[in-house]
């Protein structure tokens, strides 16, 4: 639940960015909007992209059209629109992965996020979950952590792949609890979750719109969310803050950018429609039956998150030991 505070923030953005929507709209957008999306379309990211896309084309009255362009890290679709014009008609909706792990996965990329992209917007984020096999004798995350210890290199924690967030949600636990388990990563996540049911792996710090479903059916079981508060649609599962872990706070956050150098009064109008459509009750609630949490905000607050994550992400890669490509 949103709290007073983020409400009245965002009316004081919507409120400032009312004037710029109107004024943008008398020249933008005049033609089809780009949204490229460096996913495919089976993705967590596709099913936010096209809410994005749908909201947006009504609130501005224009065609937002998704180009998918699949690439494990984002880097083809981030790289094509650094090159592209920045008149507003292409746009990035991108995530965490590509904007600030990526960099620290990477000793030379084509690009630099925060030099060759212009905030828009952040728009939800998506936390990591730690479900566990349902057949595994623990029921709260202080049980999980003491049964780690006591079998040291002896559990398995699947992920979506090396350097995902599955994976660095893992990391980044060993690191703040002081134990051991073995990585397995799969191509799949759909294959990481079915072992992890039939047992062949024994956890996941996985995404919280792919643990729903199983967690309600009895499937596996749901120790911890790694966010701030918990979610809609797992209230009975608490946060790792409210289990002692107050820093294990991860997950996948979804943004709009354009190429550097598009017209202020174009990002402006943009950021409105985001915030506005983050503030409709029934945006509000496909969210919450998706596991996201909507964020919204300034395009400043989007640089903040992103210079704060860069270093997060850089610090677990380089202590984990995490190749670097």
């Not at 009316?11 to 709209?25: G, I, S, Y």
Request: hydrophobic content about 45%; glycine content about 6%; overall charge neutral.
């Amino acid at each position: 639940m949103k709290t007073v505070r983020q409400f009245i923030g965002r009316l004081f953005v919507a409120l400032l960015m009312a004037p710029a929507l109107a004024c943008a709209q008398n020249v933008w957008p005049r033609d089809t909007v780009k949204m490229i999306v460096p996913a495919s379309k089976t993705a967590v990211s596709d099913t936010l992209a096209r809410l994005v896309a749908e909201e947006l084309s009504a609130r501005l009255n224009t065609p937002f059209e998704l180009v998918h362009m699949p690439d494990p890290h984002g880097i083809v679709g981030t790289e094509r629109v650094v090159k592209a014009e920045p008149d507003g008609y292409t746009l990035l909706f991108s995530w965490a992965g590509s904007l600030v792990v990526s960099p620290s996965l990477f000793s030379a990329l084509p690009f630099d996020p925060e030099e060759n992209l212009d905030a828009i917007g952040l728009i939800a984020e998506v936390p990591n979950v730690l479900v566990v096999n349902r057949k595994l004798p623990v029921n709260t995350l202080t049980e999980f952590t003491r049964y780690v210890h006591t079998h040291p290199g002896a559990v398995n924690f699947g992920s979506n792949g090396n350097g995902k967030a599955t994976h660095l949600a893992g990391q980044m636990y060993m690191l703040a609890t002081d134990t051991n388990m073995v990585h397995v990563s799969y191509s799949s996540p759909e294959m990481a979750m079915s072992n992890l049911v039939s047992g062949q792996i024994q956890s996941m710090f996985q995404l919280s719109t792919r643990v729903i479903k199983p967690v309600a059916e009895g499937q596996i079981k749901a120790l911890g969310v790694m966010a701030r508060q918990r979610l809609a649609a797992l209230p009975d599962v608490p946060t790792m803050a409210e289990q002692g872990y107050p820093s294990l706070v991860s997950g996948v956050w979804f943004a709009l950018s354009a190429p550097q150098g598009t017209p202020g009064p174009v990002v402006r109008a943009l950021n409105a429609a985001i915030n506005a459509m983050l503030d409709d009750p029934r945006v509000q609630a496909r969210l919450d039956a998706l596991g996201a949490v909507g964020l919204g905000g300034s395009p400043n607050d989007m640089d903040t998150r992103m210079a704060r994550e860069l270093e997060k992400w850089r610090r677990i890669v380089i202590t984990t030991d995490i190749p670097i490509h």
